[in-house]
């Protein structure tokens, strides 16, 4: 995989999904950065029925890998 381009005017989108221990996806991560620098950070759920924190999104991240 090439590196993400960079430079003042460049703008880099990704997201990921979150999957619980169980198996569920409660939602998503969404992330952008402009010139090198975050400009959005966006944690999204899906329903009601599992809460979705900024801290949770983390957690989940981090035990997928």
Aim: glycine share 10%; with cysteine.
């Amino acid at each position: 995989m090439e590196p993400a381009p960079t430079g003042p005017g460049t703008v880099v989108v990704a997201e990921a999904q979150l999957v619980t221990e169980a198996g569920e996806y409660p939602g998503k991560v969404l992330v952008s950065a402009q010139g090198g620098y975050l400009s959005w950070l966006e944690v999204c759920s899906w329903s009601d029925d599992i809460e979705v924190t900024l801290a949770g999104a983390r957690h989940w991240l981090q035990t997928r890998s």
